[in-house]
């Protein structure tokens, strides 16, 4: 920065016209910093808003737990599809329990029986495409909540990136509210200045020193934030300048693009889903199916002679829904009211994630002229204040305080245009996850 060089104290027996040019000196390069210069270079790694995004979304848990419930789904699709596993029954049959053998009765016989049940209607079929509804809704959850991780750690970054800043223009400043301090005091000791203005500059001072400890903390508490997030990757240093911020689309393209966002189409997806389990429950009014065959073998011989012939047995097992009607009336009741539900739920989302985006919108714009307005006049008023009020207070024209007001009010500036800079990154960030860019 360009108080390098003029950090140290100045000597305290220069003469006044010296101090003076000197403090004029330190002034002008505050000034020079008025708007804060993004080119300047920082050395070694630094932690760039992709590079944060990148490194969360890479083993984020909440997005990671979204899929793994979807891959598990589609493998149930699979299984809720399939028939029943038959049964398979063997045990013998009427055999006489107070006299005779196995031989001696003709209803006795060993048997064997198959059975398949078949579904209600089309419960298989619906049943797999309500897995497979789900499980686009969890992956379309996922991809929603990556969208929602970049503009979470976009302005955990930023939280970074603000106080950061704020910390390095109080501490660019500081040499200069020193050289206030030196100078009142030289100057009452010569007679020129009262006692006041030396306790006014150095309140000054504690003051600045008591801001630098609160923005500190602050810095610290917004790394821990983003540590939440990218680990020990947040406490590498930061970019000098912000990412450029390419022009906004027209709200009604940004609202075009809405329609495609994961959050909806995972909305979509469940209110398909539950249409899916309204037919289903329409599935229970219907009956289901079972088939049995099977094959009985039978010893011994009939009065005639001749050996006692297998059996062969064919049946048919069908349900009887008709009398749990009101069981199936309720289950369907349920099923039409979770469906009026999930399409409620997704016209709110709409609603919410459009009205934001309008919000985002206006807001960025509003931010857009503001920036504007304090680039190409407000700093460079304030400096000009600044610089006035000192050379009315050099030639006796002006209080002090009037000084301590303009420079207060000139470093309050600059930091207000950081944080508008900040706070448009953060609505272009939301912007970005709403209108998909």
């Not at 198959?114 to 789900?134: D, N, V, Y």
């Not at 209110?271 to 088939?291: F, M, N």
């Not at 073998?297 to 009065?303: E, H, I, N």
């Amino acid at each position: 920065m360009m108080y390098a060089s003029i950090g140290s104290r100045p000597d305290l027996k220069l003469c006044d016209g010296a101090r003076a040019s000197r403090l004029t000196f330190t002034l002008l390069a505050l000034l020079a910093i008025a708007v804060p210069d993004h080119g300047r270079a920082q050395q070694g790694p630094v932690l760039t808003l992709g590079e944060a995004q990148d490194i969360a979304l890479v083993s984020e848990p909440g997005q990671r737990a979204l899929r793994d419930r979807a891959r598990a789904r589609e493998a149930s699709a699979v299984a809720v599809g399939e028939l029943p596993a038959p049964t398979l029954r063997a045990g013998v049959n009427n055999f006489p329990i107070e006299s005779g053998g196995f031989s001696t009765e003709g209803m006795t016989n060993a048997g064997i029986t198959f059975r398949q049940s078949m579904p209600r209607g089309k419960t298989r079929e619906l049943s797999t495409a309500l897995h497979k509804r789900q499980a686009l809704s969890l992956d379309q959850g996922a991809d929603a909540r990556s969208r929602d991780v970049g503009q979470w750690v976009s302005e955990a970054w930023l939280d970074v990136f603000y106080w950061s800043r704020v910390e390095e223009l109080l501490t660019t400043s500081r040499p200069f509210f020193e050289d206030l301090v030196d100078t009142t005091r030289s100057l009452y000791s010569v007679g020129r200045k009262s006692q006041q203005d030396v306790l006014r500059s150095e309140l000054e001072l504690s003051r600045l020193d008591d801001r630098l400890i609160d923005v500190s903390r602050a810095e610290a508490q917004a790394r821990a934030g983003l540590a939440r997030w990218i680990d020990d990757a947040a406490y590498r240093s930061l970019p000098s300048s912000l990412p450029a911020i390419e022009s906004l689309p027209s709200l009604k393209e940004l609202e075009e693009n809405l329609a495609a966002h994961p959050a909806l189409k995972a909305a979509d997806a469940s209110v398909a889903a539950a249409d899916i389990a309204t037919q289903l429950a329409e599935q229970k009014s219907k009956p289901s199916w079972a088939v049995d065959v099977g094959y009985s073998y039978r010893d011994g011989s009939l009065p005639s002679g001749n050996p006692r012939s297998d059996f062969v047995t064919l049946g048919v097992t069908v349900d009887l829904p008709f009398f749990r009607k009101r069981s199936v009336d309720s289950d369907l009741l349920a099923a039409v009211s979770n469906r009026s539900a999930e399409q409620a739920e997704r016209e709110h989302l709409r609603r919410q994630l459009r009205s934001t985006l309008a919000s985002e919108h206006a807001r960025f714009t509003d931010l857009s002229r503001r920036l504007e307005l304090y680039s190409n006049r407000i700093l460079e008023q304030s400096g000009a204040s600044a610089e006035a009020a000192m050379l009315a207070y050099q030639s006796d024209t002006a209080d002090f305080s009037d000084v301590m007001r303009a420079y207060i009010d000139e470093l309050d500036t600059r930091v207000e245009f950081v944080r508008l800079e900040v706070e448009r990154a953060r609505s272009r960030a939301s912007i970005t996850n709403l209108g998909g860019e």
